[in-house]
């Protein structure tokens, strides 16, 4: 069993609409929580950083953690067709990061 | 603000030869890492460097090795190329080796290995 589980999608959904992304994991000693965006052909980029369990806002961004439940969430608010990359779940206990394989999300105007 | 630096972009190789995949950062950052991105594999650490002079495996070190030239660089070279090596290849680097600082990728290398 992966540490980090991420369903690959494709997700698609229209211009405006709230997207709901999600990973489980299995290792409970992961203590920092991260999601990445990648675009086609680039290296990915961080979005949202977390420690504790909860939520954080960034503008339409909100990420969101669960320890007990080993489950992490990033929701993107009003979506635009600029949102449209591959998201990653990352998380770690201290030095590697673990990722999760990358939901594909597609947002259509 | 160059951040990771990664050459070549692009690389095609035939089975059996070697190549060495560069990388540098100049953002002072002590650890630096590898990691090879296959569709529907997601991201793998092949190798990491918590520190300049150090060097450890990854999930996926087979048949390949790095070297920390020093702070800024980190390369990695495949010795004797097998098709299964044909993947994207990131290189990454981080402040403090700790989960609580930004990682930052470079660009990448596509490469294929015929």
């Known amino acids: 069993q992966k540490e980090v589980e991420q369903d690959p999608g494709p997700l698609s959904v229209p211009e405006g609409a709230i997207v709901s992304l999600n990973c489980t994991y299995s290792n409970s000693a992961f203590q920092y929580f991260m999601w990445y965006r990648q675009y086609s052909r680039k290296g990915p980029e961080l979005l949202m950083y977390t420690y504790s369990s909860g939520n954080k806002e960034d503008g339409r961004f909100t990420a969101q953690v669960d320890k007990s439940s080993k489950y992490i969430s990033l929701f993107i608010r009003d979506s635009q067709p600029s949102d449209s990359a591959t998201y990653l779940c990352?998380?770690?206990?201290?030095?590697?990061?673990?990722f999760g394989k990358g939901t594909s999300l597609l947002v259509t105007p | 603000n160059a951040g990771v630096t990664q050459t070549p972009k692009f690389q095609v190789l035939k089975t059996g030869q070697s190549m060495t995949l560069q990388c540098a950062q100049d953002?002072?950052?002590?650890?630096m890492y590898w990691y090879r991105q296959d569709p529907g594999m997601g991201l793998r650490l092949i190798y990491y460097s918590a520190s300049e002079g150090t060097t450890d495996k990854g999930e996926v070190p087979n048949g390949y090795n790095v070297s920390r030239l020093n702070k800024r660089e980190f390369s990695l070279r495949l010795e004797s190329a097998a098709p299964s090596q044909t993947s994207v290849y990131f290189c990454?680097?981080?402040?403090?080796?700790?989960?609580?600082?930004?990682?930052?990728f470079g660009s990448g290398t596509q490469l294929s290995v015929l």
């Open positions: 990352a998380m770690t206990t201290g030095y590697a990061l673990n």
């Open positions: 953002m002072n950052h002590n650890s």
């Open positions: 990454a680097s981080i402040k403090g080796g700790t989960g609580e600082e930004k990682l930052f």
